[in-house]
């Protein structure tokens, strides 16, 4: 496959120490990478001094991001797995892969010098790590090939890419893949319209997250809501068959001293197409686990009158006390129904998956939802941080959002790629 003229001119171009490409998701940065400037650097530097290193969030991503599509284009036999030391095989070296999730977990960069660093998603990384990375660069022929997603402005990455040091960076837009589908762009452009992800995912863009996180939904909730009904008729809302419900989950978030009990029940429909929220409430008040149980337990019940099952039930994991509780009362009242822990996935991950199945008309909510709509329209970044951060100071409910994204956190890839 040929590469993009803004692809070209970073294999022309990315000769100094410090080589970057920031911006659009599918803009073409990490296939210029894995198909051409990492066995390139590697093979350069065979026999020279100094180790090679492959850093990202996790060894789960580099294996995703970075050695999979490596090995799909170069086969096994050139791109090894990650062994038990954290090394692979690959393009005749042994190439550490290490997370950079956390500073302990690259202790191997100490003392070790670097000959060659691909980075992946290194605006996610601890800045620890990259400030620990930087002196280990130490070789005349050393250098280091970094891709990731922008970021707020004022993110320690792009402090210093702005800097004076030895540095070639491309910024990239979603338009700059002149190979990608114009469909997959128009809708990648409608899931993000109208939110920071736009200006970062589409447009390659460093912006601060403010004002209203789900601004679409907040400018005009009647455009999200819909009936669950026996037979279609010709009404104006959206209509889904309650034969179109492939499963029915439930969220619970425990309050505390400032916040509420939630409780959300959501739907989804055939290969993940639809997210539909069923039922929502919210409740105050001086609760024993006695007494949360039978809000639960009558949530499920009036959930089960409305739309015919309940099939799972996630817990905010973070109360195991309050959680196992919930698990014996349900096996008591309604055994088929399977009652767990919450996975609790990254805040920022959950909002980034509501807001593309919002952009893509792909998410809906019934008339019970009031708790959750309120939510969804108040729900705000926090202008005290420069870090992305979903404002939880008592003023907004995010009980409610907690309890709704437990229903689905589990399933964003699923819905994001169906």
Excluded at 2 to 18: E, G, L, M, V
Excluded at 325 to 336: E, V, W
Aim: hydrophobic share 35%; glycine share 6%; proline share 2%.
């Amino acid at each position: 496959m040929p590469y993009t003229a803004k692809q070209n001119s970073y294999i022309a171009n990315a000769t100094h120490r410090w080589n970057f490409k920031t911006g659009a998701v599918r803009s073409g940065k990490s296939f210029v990478d894995v198909t051409a400037v990492i066995p390139m650097r590697i093979r350069e530097r065979i026999g020279k001094n100094g180790l090679c290193f492959i850093i990202g969030v996790s060894k789960e991503t580099i294996e995703r991001n970075v050695l999979q599509p490596m090995r799909e284009r170069y086969t096994s036999a050139v791109v090894g797995t990650i062994n038990s030391r954290n090394i692979a095989h690959i393009c005749g070296e042994d190439v550490y892969c290490l997370g950079a999730e956390k500073v302990s977990q690259v202790a191997k960069i100490q003392g070790a010098s670097a000959k060659y660093v691909y980075g992946d998603e290194v605006a996610r990384w601890n800045e620890d790590v990259f400030a620990m990375l930087k002196s280990r660069l130490d070789k005349p022929y050393s250098c280091f090939d970094g891709s990731l997603n922008p970021e707020h402005p004022t993110h320690w990455l792009k402090k210093f890419l702005d800097s004076d040091a030895d540095i070639y960076c491309q910024q990239y837009t979603i338009f700059d893949n002149t190979f990608l589908s114009p469909e997959i762009v128009r809708n990648l452009c409608r899931e993000y319209e109208g939110t920071i992800y736009y200006n970062r995912l589409i447009l390659g863009e460093w912006v601060r997250a403010e004002g209203a996180i789900y601004r679409r939904f907040a400018d005009n909730p009647a455009a999200f809501r819909c009936q669950i009904v026996q037979r279609l008729t010709d009404g104006k809302k959206k209509e889904f068959l309650s034969s179109q419900l492939c499963s029915v989950t439930m969220g619970i978030d425990f309050g505390g001293t400032k916040s509420g009990h939630a409780f959300v029940a959501t739907a989804r429909t055939k290969d993940f197409r639809y997210l539909i929220a069923l039922k929502s409430e919210r409740h105050f008040g001086e609760y024993d686990s006695n007494d949360i149980d039978a809000l639960a337990l009558s949530f499920a019940q009036s959930v089960i009158n409305s739309f015919g099952t309940l099939d799972y039930v996630y817990w905010d994991n973070a109360e195991t006390v309050l959680g196992q509780g919930i698990k014996r009362a349900f096996a008591k009242r309604f055994p088929s129904v399977i009652v767990r822990p919450a996975r609790k996935n990254g805040v920022n991950d959950r909002i980034q998956g509501t807001l593309r199945l919002m952009g893509a008309g792909r998410f809906y909510m019934t008339d019970d939802c009031d708790t959750l709509k309120t939510a969804l329209s108040e729900a705000v970044w926090n202008d005290k941080t420069i870090e992305d951060e979903r404002l939880d100071d008592g003023s907004t409910d995010i009980d409610s959002l907690d309890a709704f994204e437990y229903t689905f956190e589990r399933d964003i890839k699923r819905y994001i790629g169906a």
